[in-house]
C-alpha cells in the first residue's frame, strides 16, 4: 500500500460547480497537510497547509483533515476556469520534514 | 519576483552525456531539495541539503549527483542519462529541517522545473 493515495482523474466540471479532491494516508506519523497546485509547465505552489485535524478556510477553498479514518479533502467552491491545473495533496511528520505526495489529479473547470 | 529559479526551463541532452541543472533562490534558506518527476506521478525526492550536509534518498541511483557551492545555487549532475531519466526536475527551497512545530512558512518553495528530454 503507499503512503499516500490520491483519486486518479483527470476531472472535468463546468463552471461554478462545487470540487472535491480526496487523499488518504496510511502513516500516522502524519501531522501536517498540504494542497499544493500545479499549472502545466511549472512547479508545485503551496494553496492550503494545515496542521493536524480540522478544518481550514480560504476563499474559495476549504481544506479539511480527518486523522481518525487518515482522509483529507480539498473543497473549491465556485470553481473557476483558472482552477484548471493539477492538485497534489502532500504531506509530513513532525521531525522528518521530508514531503510525502500524492500523484496528483488533473482538474479542468469548463466555461 | 521569482524566488527560485532553475535554469534551463528545458535541457535535451544525448543518451550519456552529462547534463547539469541549476538552481538558485533568494529566500535565504537552509535547505534545498531537487525531485524528480515523471508524467502522472508524485514527485520523487532525489536528495535535500541542509546548509552544506548532503543527504541522499535511499533508492536515489549514483547517476544522480548534486552540489551546493553557497547558500544561494544548487546544481544537479547527471552522468549519464539514460532514456528513463526523461522528466521533470524540481527545485525545492525551506527554512529549516527537523523543526518541533512548523507553519506555513516552513513549507517548501517550488521552481519552475527543469524539463529533460533525453534523446
Known amino acids: 500500500q503507499k503512503e499516500v493515495e490520491q483519486d486518479p482523474g483527470p476531472l472535468s466540471v463546468p463552471e461554478g460547480a462545487i470540487v472535491s479532491l480526496n487523499c488518504t494516508y496510511s502513516?500516522?506519523?502524519?501531522?501536517?497537510f498540504m494542497w499544493y497546485r500545479q499549472y502545466s509547465r511549472k512547479g508545485p505552489e503551496l494553496l492550503m497547509y494545515?496542521?493536524?485535524?480540522g478544518n481550514k478556510e480560504d476563499g474559495r477553498f476549504t481544506a479539511q483533515v480527518d486523522k481518525s479514518s487518515k482522509y483529507i479533502s480539498l473543497f473549491i467552491r465556485d470553481s473557476q476556469p483558472s482552477d484548471s491545473a493539477t492538485y497534489l495533496c502532500?504531506?509530513?511528520?513532525?521531525?522528518?520534514?521530508?514531503?510525502?505526495f500524492g500523484k496528483g489529479i488533473t482538474l479542468s473547470v469548463r466555461p | 519576483d521569482a524566488m527560485v529559479i532553475q535554469n534551463p526551463r528545458y535541457q535535451v541532452t544525448q543518451f550519456g552525456k552529462p547534463v547539469t541543472l541549476s538552481c538558485s533562490q533568494t529566500?535565504?534558506?537552509?535547505?534545498m531539495y531537487w525531485y524528480q518527476q515523471k508524467s502522472s506521478q508524485a514527485p520523487k525526492l532525489l536528495f535535500h541539503?541542509?546548509?552544506?550536509?548532503?543527504?541522499n534518498e535511499a533508492d536515489t541511483p549514483d547517476n544522480f549527483q548534486s552540489r551546493r557551492p553557497n547558500t544561494s545555487f544548487c546544481f544537479l549532475d547527471i552522468r549519464s542519462p539514460g532514456l528513463g531519466d526523461a522528466a521533470m526536475y524540481l527545485c525545492?527551497?525551506?527554512?529549516?529541517?527537523?523543526?518541533?512545530?512548523?507553519?506555513?512558512?516552513?513549507?517548501?518553495?517550488f521552481g519552475p522545473g527543469t524539463r529533460l528530454t533525453v534523446l
Open positions: 525545492a527551497t525551506s527554512r529549516d529541517w527537523g523543526l518541533a512545530r512548523l507553519t506555513s512558512t516552513d513549507t517548501q518553495y
Open positions: 502513516n500516522s506519523a502524519f501531522q501536517y
Open positions: 494545515t496542521y493536524s485535524s
Open positions: 502532500a504531506m509530513m511528520g513532525g521531525a522528518n520534514s521530508k514531503l510525502t
Open positions: 529566500l535565504n534558506h537552509n535547505v
Open positions: 541539503y541542509y546548509d552544506k550536509d548532503f543527504n
